[in-house]
């Protein structure tokens, strides 16, 4: 048995670890009352930046290269919406466009005489002692860098959220940014400083994807994560914890496709694949799952 | 200065490249930029074309694939019909979980367009699988649910036909009818259609989710029909998101929305050849569409933000 | 003594209209301060210069004995100085404590937060429950928050907008006596409000604004109640032709009214509570019959705007029956929110009246033609019908408004504040069309409702009036003198009569 649930639920993490950047980019990002749908444009500008900063200067830098690559578009998203005040949705969306049609493009170029450009790549890295833990230490502590990371992030978040006046700024900014200006707080700044969190979290899922996961480039390789991260948001309710508990259900849900073809199961797993977003929407016509959306959403 | 050449004789370069591939790319893009169009013009952000066009194909292709042995006629007919059905259910979906919910249809319409994505790749490679259940693809329609071309020794299908002709039902009914007036005055200030007309305008928004989604839906059975006669995974390379552009383009007029599609349709037919020819990447026009829309975006709000400027403040006179 | 809080000679002006001369208010330290004046007398325009909300043309302002000059209100609040909005500034999703804390910076300590609140609660009596989300709160509980959150920023001078608009008659006796003892213990309390006995009964001090000219400044004990309302109304009788007028009108209605005509519109035991659970309407009953003009008077809050539109047929009914005619023109204060589409061409305008009851197609030539005889004969100035609403001036943008609600609905007409900010001639002619008879060949009388928040306006116009004060509504019956502006003045304020 535990030869099927070790690699499953390592493989949930290590799926869920990307999909939690980008949703956590995208949680503070709501929060503050501005939906991205552009996160995937972000995410393969990260993914991009990340191979060609990691390429010539190695793995750590590529991170900072994912980072920067979707902070860049987090900064363009911010500019419409913030100072231009154009429509979020339809902002959101050319800028899906732009990533995937700039990054195929530019990659293309890279690429043009038949060069490869090589990601570095991080492998997992064991913690020492806690990865031997039967059980949990395969699943939680033989992951990569950026997993560790999250694992730091998460709580931290959550309680920057409820614990700081920069959480309540964000928080208020998103339900009410009338009340907000009223309390003394600049709800302007407060949104760019969002968007711009969000793009750059967008960005380091890029980088994770390629330096951590798949160890290269291709051409459309963020496969709709933006898109899911936003559903892992709405799922986890608006809250870092909920947030992370949701990516792991879309993890899950494409782990066990792997699962069932290592045993040969003959399942549908696009059934399973499209659980989580049934489970969005079904969550989302509760009451208690509106309520937790920011009020200020989209507006 | 080869690759624009290499575009343009792509898209217009030979009657070829016009008929069968210009105008055959911008049908699909016609029909769904007409079902963004509609939802927009009621302020309905529509985001979820693309699930709509899966669910038209899903419902054609299953209708094609059962009903044979019919008439040609019948069978198009059939299909069109469960194509237009299958997407304003869809669409219907998100409508209900908005009037009912208030669920906000832009994360609906992604939601579902996922769904429907994964429902594809389950019908394809289980109920609906060809028989040989080797590729992860439907049967191949029969040669009575093809639907007919419109040129001889073109790939230009009745598809195309039927899109124009929705466009210009679509510009009638919003320019000409009470229900597009309706329509037209929820999307432009909802309190004043209510206030001043009376308008019930929850009705008036579920109408336009199911009419957009009718319109997305007839994408995916035309698709069916008159090009891939089969269905499969990457049936719509995202034909529902580029529908956004195209719409936007066309500043939401059905009219207009025609030529921005097979605007569209050019640039994608353009791109293949210029990559086929120069090696310039096919992908540089979806970085083109986003220029345009981002470009259209800034220029109307900064002409607003003009307008409000030259506008001084002083008393309200005759 | 110093005083709490001083504003000399303030002037202030938007655009082309001055809202303020030379105001001046001294708020004495450990006392309520009443400021009056009707609508756009400039109390709120005041007040909001001295909590830094907006910046005065000239004049000085001091607090406790220091000239300051605020550059926003974050400045008047370290200045101890807190505003209570009519419209309560509070964040629904967040707890008491939260809302209490916001505008901080650094750690938020939730527990020292709530501990402020109770604090503050069991200084003042003014007890919330700091964990609470504030959408769990009725809308008393609410105004002790906003004061609360005003405290907790250690206001020692608290300006208070309307406060009991929004509350029962106990919250707003609670609140009073709060303010009371809050003024005992050293704090000043500004209230501005429309409620005259009310604020007599709880103020020490009484400065009466008009016109944006302070008219008034004294204690309460050495101004009687008719000293106040005359300086709230002012000098103010109807020009003998005007007088005239109406007494003429109003003596034709009567004579209709004995020959038993129907009414148009009749309410019945109306009652209506707002979405948010306030009463805006108690127990109205009320007729309208052809060839009146009903004026309405009320201040903001008083329930007119939700009498209107039962009236209009633009809202239903919490209790009691409304009887109104299918179609009923609709005249709005908001005319671009409510009333026409910028963007839209006047023949769309006209066409977005019964809208919501027109079937099949739409007959564009037969529309473009009404609208071309509206815009004749109300003499609208624009290039043609097919230029947009938003070309056209205000004026003649109602002027249009006017003329699509009478020829769309021939019986029946209410108006809600149909000149504001109109210029003199526009004012005239639009006040005069909605008031006109339904003549024009047309046979029949209109019944007509007029809200003005101007007295003299509705004065002009109206045939009969009733005022709302306080969500109850009541037919005031014109003094003994003709053009007496008095007896209404004194319904608006909730004096009796």
């Not at chain 2, 069978?75 to 059905?85: D, E, R, T």
């Not at chain 3, 005065?56 to 004995?65: K, N, T, W």
């Not at chain 3, 910076?105 to 503050?120: N, S």
């Amino acid at each position: 048995m535990e030869s099927i649930l070790v690699p499953f639920l390592e493989s949930m993490i290590r799926t869920a670890t990307p999909l939690a950047f980008a949703a956590l980019g995208e949680l503070v990002t709501e929060r503050a009352g501005v939906i991205n749908i552009g996160l995937e444009g972000a995410i393969i500008a990260g993914c991009l930046g990340a191979l060609v900063a990691s390429g010539s200067l190695g793995a750590g830098a590529g991170f900072v290269g994912g980072g920067l690559a979707g902070l860049f578009m987090g900064a363009v998203f911010a500019l419409f919406v913030v100072a231009l005040r154009t429509d979020q949705i339809i902002t959101g969306t050319a800028l899906t466009l732009f990533g995937l049609g700039v990054t195929g493009t530019v990659h293309r170029y890279l690429t043009a005489d038949g060069a490869t450009v090589a990601a570095a790549t991080v492998a997992p890295w064991p913690v020492p002692l806690l990865s031997d833990l039967p059980l949990l230490g395969p699943v939680l502590f033989r992951q990569p860098a950026p997993t560790y990371a999250l694992y730091a992030l998460v709580p931290l978040l959550a309680w920057w959220l409820q614990r700081t006046h920069g959480g309540l700024a964000l928080r208020a900014t998103g339900e009410h940014a009338e009340a907000a200006r009223a309390a003394g707080i600049a709800t302007e700044r407060v949104r760019w400083l969002a968007i711009l969190f969000g793009g750059m979290m967008g960005g380091l899922c890029g980088a994770t994807l390629v330096l951590a996961q798949v160890g290269t480039f291709n051409e459309g390789m963020s496969a709709g994560r933006g898109f899911i991260a936003i559903a892992i948001v709405v799922l986890g309710r608006w809250t870092p914890l909920g947030t992370a508990g949701a990516a792991l259900v879309f993890g899950a849900a494409s782990a066990l496709q792997f699962t069932f073809q290592a045993l040969n199961w003959d399942l549908p797993y696009q059934v399973f694949l499209a659980l989580p977003y049934v489970l969005t929407l079904l969550l989302l016509a509760t009451l208690r799952g509106r309520a937790a959306a920011p009020a200020g959403l989209g507006r | 200065m080869d690759a624009l050449t290499a575009l343009w004789d792509g898209a217009f370069g030979s009657s070829y490249a016009f008929w069968s591939a210009t105008l055959v790319r911008a049908t699909p893009l016609l029909f769904v930029g007409l079902a963004v169009a509609i939802a927009f013009r009621a302020g309905v952000l529509n985001i979820g074309a693309e699930g709509q066009l899966l669910a038209g194909a899903v419902a054609s292709t299953a209708f094609a694939l059962a009903a044979a042995g019919l008439p040609q006629p019948v069978v198009i007919a059939g299909m069109i019909v469960c194509g237009m059905a299958a997407g304003a259910a869809w669409a219907g979906i998100a409508a209900l979980l908005r009037h009912r919910f208030g669920v906000l249809e832009v994360i609906s319409t992604i939601m579902l367009n996922f769904v429907a994505l994964n429902l594809v790749g389950w019908l394809i490679r289980g109920p609906l699988q060809e028989p040989s259940r080797i590729n992860p693809q439907s049967a191949t329609i029969a040669a009575s649910a093809r639907w007919p071309q419109l040129l001889e020794g073109h790939r230009l299908h009745l598809g195309f036909a039927l899109a124009v002709a929705l466009a210009v039902v679509t510009w009638w009914v919003l320019t000409r009818t009470a229900i597009g007036f309706r329509v037209r005055a929820v999307g432009a200030s909802p309190r004043a259609a209510a206030s001043a007309g009376l308008v019930d305008a929850p009705r008036t928004i579920l109408g336009v989710f199911l009419a957009s989604g009718a319109c997305a839906g007839l994408a995916g059975a035309s698709e069916v029909g008159g090009v891939t006669w089969a269905l499969y995974e990457g049936i719509s390379p995202g034909y529902g998101y580029t529908a956004i552009a195209v719409a936007l383009l066309a500043r939401l007029d059905p009219r207009w929305v025609v030529l921005s599609a097979v605007f569209f349709g050019a640039l994608e037919a353009g791109a293949a050849a210029m990559q086929r020819q120069a090696g310039v990447p096919s992908v540089v026009v979806q970085a083109i569409v986003a220029v345009v829309i981002l470009g259209v975006l800034a220029a109307t709000r900064l002409r607003e933000v003009a307008a409000a400027r030259r506008t001084p403040v002083r008393a309200e006179g005759l | 003594m110093t005083a709490a809080l001083a504003l000399r000679g303030i002037d202030k002006r938007f655009g082309v209209t001055t809202a303020l001369t030379a105001a001046h208010c001294t708020i004495r330290r450990g006392t309520v301060h009443a400021l009056l004046g009707e609508n756009g007398a400039g109390k709120t325009t005041l007040m909001r210069i001295a909590f830094g909300l907006l910046r005065a043309d000239a004049g000085e302002l001091e607090v406790e004995g220091r000239a300051v000059r605020f550059r926003s209100s974050a400045d008047a609040i370290a200045a101890g100085i807190g505003m209570v909005h009519q419209h309560f500034m509070l964040i629904p999703a967040m707890t008491v404590a939260e809302n209490v804390a916001l505008g901080g910076r650094g750690r938020f300590d939730a527990r020292a937060a709530a501990a402020r609140v109770r604090t503050i609660g069991a200084e003042t009596g003014l007890h919330l429950d700091p964990d609470t989300p504030v959408r769990e709160l009725a809308v008393g509980a609410q105004q002790r928050l906003e004061i609360i959150k005003a405290l907790a920023h250690d206001a020692r001078i608290l300006i208070l907008d309307e406060p009991t608009a929004v509350l029962a008659p106990g919250e707003a006796a609670d609140l009073y006596a709060w303010l009371r003892r809050f003024s005992v213990r050293g704090g000043s309390a500004v209230l501005i409000t429309h409620k005259l006995r009310e604020a007599l009964a709880v103020a020490d001090d009484v400065t009466v604004l008009r016109g944006g000219r302070t008219v008034l400044e004294s204690t309460t004990a050495a101004a009687p109640e008719d000293e106040i309302i005359a300086a709230l109304v002012g000098e103010r009788t109807l020009p003998p032709e005007l007088a005239g007028e109406v007494i003429g009108a109003a003596s034709a209605v009567r004579a209709r009214r004995d020959a038993g005509e129907a009414p148009v519109l009749s309410l019945r035991g109306v009652g209506y509570t707002d979405p948010a659970g306030v009463v805006r309407l108690r127990d109205v009953t009320l007729e309208v019959r052809p060839g009146e003009v009903l004026g309405v008077l009320g201040v903001e809050g008083a329930g007119q705007r939700e009498l209107l539109r039962l009236l209009a047929g633009r809202l239903e009914p919490t209790t009691g029956t409304v009887q109104r005619p299918a179609r009923v023109g609709f005249i709005p204060e908001d005319r671009l929110q409510d009333a026409v589409i910028a963007e839209m061409s006047l023949t769309e305008n006209l066409a977005l009246a019964g809208a919501g009851e027109r079937r099949g197609r739409v007959r564009w030539p037969a529309l473009r033609e009404q609208a071309r005889s509206v815009v004749e004969e109300l003499e609208v100035r624009a290039s043609g019908v097919d230029a947009p609403m938003r070309a056209l001036s205000g004026g003649n943008q109602q002027k249009f408004i006017v003329g699509r609600e009478r020829a769309h609905a021939a019986g029946a007409l209410v108006a809600e504040n149909p000149t504001r900010g109109l210029d003199i001639r526009a004012t005239a002619r639009v006040r005069a069309e909605i008031s006109a008879p339904a003549g024009n060949g047309r046979a029949g009388a209109r019944a007509v409702v007029y809200y003005s928040s101007d007295i003299e306006e509705v004065l002009a116009v109206a045939t009969r009036v009733v005022v709302c004060h306080a969500g109850l509504v009541r037919e005031v019956a014109p003094g003994a003198e003709p053009g007496d502006l008095s007896p209404y003045a004194r319904a608006l304020v909730g004096a009796e009569l």
